[in-house]
């Protein structure tokens, strides 16, 4: 959901092209794949304990993984939106008006067309099968409290909400706040989260910083409280989380062989689905222990200095990162649609004919995502020089 960073490796390879930015997008992509795979199992499938098969056991595991996936996101962001702010500041080119031009536009470009997009398809839903949102009964009674309800939905009990202060309410990123998450698309909780923290985060280095005068840091000093009052305790919860990606900037690369990065991604693999399993007793002590794994685990990763050879694998990896921010977005809705026309009385049960089903419904959801990243994601850089060209024209003299 972030951009890359272009800071240059010991190597004077630049970030974006050095092997350490293709894992990090491979981490990216396939975190938001996992999100799709979570969301797309619990529409389509029974639960783990309400099949005979024990040897599912690990497809359950992986396919439970999309909470996991957004701690993976959060430290990704805070490495790669934060490492911005710390290059912007040290470099003494920090504008609150570039930073804020590109971080709105990075989101609004796909949220407003995945709000609209999310109506259209709740509503089209509740047109064609009389059910609320398009669902049947059966997944309604299981989806919200599992899978797409955030935490604000948890607390209250509230059913889902298209309406238009809802609408306004996600569009500023006040779901989980103020409102619900809109219609069906109950993964935008974490985009509220990742908004502030982009807030959060400047006002507490500027508030910091020794080289700006007392009255302006405690200004920030004071930003930073108020907004950490309004958006409450979840949100600040998690922050620790995104902070720990941030750190990474100041920490020296580590010298790491390609064999030790193997063997820790076959251990990093093992804790992400173990924290699936802790987190049923201790959430957020999982959240936290995956949490330090994911930095410890990305240092590693930026011992990859070389150049990316651009070969099959990184062109892919590349490819997934440049719409997963489009994916995680768009996917439920759709999916949501799709469960209520194909979804019965009681979800399906694993077999060869409903997995090979599933499939081709989770490929269509990648299909869609691309195509809206193609009208939106794809563009950002176009739109943000414009934008840039635009608030200076009509703000001439802000910072």
Not at 92 to 112: A, C
Not at 137 to 148: E, F, K, S, T, Y
Not at 357 to 382: K, Q, S
């Amino acid at each position: 959901m972030a951009e890359q960073s272009l800071n240059r490796t010991e190597k004077g390879v630049p970030f974006g092209q050095s092997k350490a930015s293709v894992s990090l997008d491979a981490m990216r992509g396939i975190a938001a794949l996992l999100v799709c795979s979570d969301h797309c199992r619990h529409i389509f499938f029974a639960e783990y304990h309400e099949i005979a098969n024990r040897a599912l056991f690990l497809p359950y595991a992986i396919t439970s993984t999309g909470h996991q996936s957004v701690v993976i996101f959060f430290v990704l962001s805070g490495f790669l939106v934060g490492g911005s702010v710390f290059r912007s500041l040290d470099q003494n080119r920090w504008s609150w008006k570039r930073y804020l031009t590109h971080r709105f536009v990075r989101l609004w470009l796909v949220l407003i067309p995945a709000l609209l997009l999310c109506f259209g398809w709740d509503s089209l839903g509740q047109y064609l099968h009389q059910h609320h949102l398009g669902l049947n009964p059966a997944l309604l009674q299981h989806i919200p409290g599992q899978v797409a309800a955030s935490p604000i939905q948890h607390r209250q009990g509230l059913a889902m909400d298209e309406t238009l202060p809802t609408f306004l309410g996600n569009v500023f990123f006040l779901q989980t706040i103020l409102v619900q998450t809109f219609g069906s698309n109950g993964p935008l909780w974490s985009l509220s989260y990742e908004f502030w923290y982009y807030l959060l985060f400047p006002c507490a280095v500027l508030a910091i910083r020794s080289r700006h005068g007392l009255s302006s840091r405690v200004l920030f000093a004071i930003s930073f409280f108020l907004m950490a009052f309004f958006v409450g305790k979840n949100i600040c919860t998690f922050f620790p989380l995104w902070l720990m990606g941030a750190v990474l900037i100041y920490l020296p690369r580590p010298r790491c062989s390609f064999l030790w990065r193997v063997v820790a991604t076959a251990i990093y693999c093992a804790i992400f689905v173990g924290c699936t399993q802790i987190s049923r007793h201790f959430p957020i002590g999982s959240d936290y222990v995956l949490g330090v794994a994911t930095t410890f685990y990305l240092w590693l990763l930026l011992a990859a200095k070389e150049r990316s050879s651009q070969g099959t694998g990184e062109r892919v990896a590349r490819n997934l990162a440049r719409f997963s921010y489009t994916l995680y977005l768009v996917h439920m809705p759709f999916l949501f649609f799709l469960g209520g026309l194909l979804v019965q009385e009681t979800r399906w049960r694993p077999s060869l004919p409903t997995v090979a089903f599933a499939f081709v419904l989770w490929m269509a959801a990648l299909l869609y995502a691309w195509i809206v990243a193609a009208a939106t994601e794809f563009r950002v850089d176009d739109v943000k020089k414009w934008a840039e060209m635009r608030v200076d024209r009509l703000f001439p003299n802000a910072p």
